[in-house]
């Protein structure tokens, strides 16, 4: 192999090995939250949430899905960003619970 050809393969399978870091638990490349908003919607409009930790990511935060799949990061020490949580871990629960039920 050629110099040329071996570092454009080196290239090609560092790439692979940095976008295969980044994938998230759903399958999908995680974009980090890079700062954390003060927005504040109603919790019905919230549909899921994940923690971003460290260290793939800058900061610790909580990153909320509404139902128009927009991306909200938040600070996990706030108190609406807690209630939401439970919030959802609530909803989601029963959930589940009827379904099991059925």
Request: proline fraction near 4%; charged fraction near 15%.
């Amino acid at each position: 192999m050629r110099p040329a050809m071996t570092s454009l393969v080196f290239v090609s399978l560092l790439l692979v090995a940095i976008m295969a870091s980044t994938v998230s638990s759903n399958g999908a490349i995680a974009s980090c939250c890079l700062t954390t908003s003060n927005t504040q919607i109603r919790r019905e409009n919230l549909i899921k949430y994940y923690v971003q930790d460290r260290p793939q990511c800058p900061i610790h935060a909580v990153v909320f899905t509404t139902l128009s799949l927009k991306r909200i990061c938040a600070d996990p020490e706030r108190l609406w960003t807690q209630t939401s949580m439970a919030f959802i871990d609530g909803k989601n629960y029963h959930r589940q619970r009827s379904s099991y039920h059925r």
